[in-house]
């Protein structure tokens, strides 16, 4: 089954302990993404990636870090968790990294709770 | 600047009736467009989108959208609401004269979609 996987899918941690919330996809997808969800934002995005080395900025990159050293993977780093990184984490991927034609895949989410 | 705009929080509507999601943008080229719906727990799934062609697309699950150039809108449809219908829904376009070569997708801040029995 073609599906992008997301884990944990809940973390409770406390400010400062580094964690990493893991993305993985099967479907060869040169495209990956993350996003955090907020209410009454909508979804933002955090990190993409374009290719295996490629990793950019997105709108909210501050306190974040990523890495893709295989097309499949795209983890997501938060080196020093504070609360206002409490929020719903989403991993996306897609076939093609630009102009955009094709729809993104997301995975199920991390609903991340930092103290 | 680009961005999109959902102007309702929450739509309620009676199973069985037709039901409208409005979703309007702003960008400086042809957009791309699509929408997304959210169920309780779960991540985002695609349901239709326009690129380019017939305005009038259609989806998943029996909705349809439909691009409108010059009011700059993109309004979810569907004839007939089901219970199950009941999600919350994203609006997102893509400029393809914005963030380069990227795959960068703007997304509305969603609506909620609430069907009635």
């Known amino acids: 089954e073609a599906q992008v996987t997301q884990n944990p899918r809940y973390l409770i941690t406390v400010t400062g302990k580094k964690l990493t919330v893991t993305c993985s996809q099967n479907m060869n997808h040169e495209y990956m993404s993350w996003y955090r969800q907020d209410p009454g934002l909508g979804l933002r995005q955090i990190y993409y990636s374009m290719n295996v080395e490629v990793t950019d900025k997105g709108d909210v990159p501050e306190g974040y870090k990523v890495s893709r050293k295989e097309k499949r993977n795209f983890p997501l780093i938060l080196e020093s968790p504070s609360p206002n990184q409490t929020s719903l984490y989403f991993c996306a991927s897609s076939l093609d990294p630009g102009p955009g034609l094709h729809e993104q895949y997301f995975g199920p989410g991390t609903r991340l709770t930092v103290t | 600047a680009q961005s999109v705009a959902q102007p309702e929080d929450q739509v309620n509507v009676a199973e069985g009736n037709p039901l409208t999601v409005k979703c309007t943008y702003s960008v400086s080229g042809n957009p791309y467009l699509f929408w997304y719906v959210q169920y309780p727990n779960r991540g985002l799934q695609f349901l239709l989108k326009y690129i380019t062609g017939d305005n009038l697309v259609k989806g998943s699950y029996g909705f349809e959208a439909e691009f409108n150039k010059s009011q700059t809108s993109f309004h979810l449809k569907k004839p007939s609401a089901l219970v199950s219908d009941s999600a919350l829904y994203f609006c997102?376009?893509?400029?393809?004269?914005?963030?380069?070569?990227?795959?960068?997708?703007?997304f509305g801040t969603g609506t909620l979609l609430a069907v009635q029995p």
């Open positions: 997102a376009v893509r400029d393809p004269l914005y963030g380069g070569a990227t795959n960068k997708l703007i």
